[in-house]
């Protein structure tokens, strides 16, 4: 067996070298590349792609067509709805201030990742956030609270340095507070400190 080769399940492939443990719930077409550890009672959805060494761990829910990179751990807490993308070592945490002697397992802080976001590689997510729909985290960005949907955060801690749109252009936005999208012409309006699409 070549070791590119994946092995059909119920619809979705998984490497021969990965383990996925019973009681998961993984939609049809989603890819599970090498070495990866995908516990029980976790959601994925359908069409996602799950790079090498990825652990998703008990009642984390994924979306469809996610794209999770090499190198992520996903632990309880952690929601990420549809096509999310999150880049190479993203990581995550559940606890704000864990201690190896003290178990805070009911204490689990949420993290929710909103549509079409996508974390850049080495981010680090900080518990208890929403990160918004389409926003966009930059490389190695530590987040510490919310990130609007739309925006482009940065740095640690990372803060907001424009917005984004939908496919992650830039957008400028004139006298009139309107940005078009250069790639797709989609249209955008910022109003009161927040962006909404308003052409497709």
Known sequence: MGSTELIERDGYFVHPTSIVDNGC??????????FCHVMGDCQIGRDCNIGQNVVVMQHVRVGNGVKI???????????CDDDVFLG???VFTNV?????FVSRRDKYAPTRVRRGASL??????VCGVEIGEYALVGAGAVVVKDVKPFALVVGNPARQIGWVSRYGNRLIFNDNSEA??????E??????GQVQMVSE
């Open 25 to 34: 719930s993984i939609g049809k077409g989603t890819r599970i590349w090498h």
């Open 69 to 79: 990179q090499n190198n992520v751990s996903l632990y309880t807490g952690v929601e």
């Open 88 to 90: 190479p070592s993203v």
């Open 96 to 100: 704000l201030n864990p201690r190896s």
């Open 120 to 125: 850049g590689a080495n981010a680090t997510i």
């Open 180 to 185: 078009e999208c250069p790639e797709t012409h």
């Open 187 to 192: 249209r955008y309006l910022l109003k009161d």
